[in-house]
């Protein structure tokens, strides 16, 4: 199992940017995939979950939105009207289970991407 995000980068407040992970392994249509980020001098929060539905925090509901593409076994975090306090590194991950947990937390997934880096300028 690999996952593989990129497509962070540098945005005005206001922005928009569309994340990918790219997944190998599993198929990413079968089973429970979650981003995660990581700010600086915090810890680790869980920002969405998805399998069948999606489950989105308080923090990013209405801005951001996932989406996956079966072919390219690709998930895609498209974030909207980005705040400052969005930047963060931002992480996928699964743990190879259908549906999501109950909560979004670090430790019910096993299998972590590398990261990307998220910079929201005021």
């Known amino acids: ?8 980068g540098v ?14 392994g599993f198929p990413v249509r079968d089973y429970a995939v979650a981003w995660f980020r990581q700010a600086p001098g915090k810890d680790r929060e869980g920002i969405v979950c998805t399998d069948t539905n999606t489950y989105y ?22 974030m909207s009207s980005l705040k400052p306090e969005d930047t963060a590194v931002y992480y996928c991950a699964t743990d190879l289970s259908l549906r999501c947990p ?3 937390l670090v ?4 299998s972590w991407g590398q990261g990307t880096l998220v ?4």
Do not use: I, W
């Open 1 to 8: 199992v690999q996952l593989q995000a990129s497509g962070g």
């Open 11 to 24: 945005v005005q407040s206001g922005g928009s940017l569309r994340l990918s992970c790219a997944a190998s």
């Open 57 to 78: 925090e308080t923090s990013v509901k209405g801005r951001f939105t996932v989406s996956r593409d079966n072919a390219k076994n690709t998930m895609y975090l498209q």
């Open 102 to 104: 109950p909560a979004t």
């Open 107 to 110: 430790g019910h997934f096993g």
């Open 119 to 122: 910079t929201v300028s005021s």
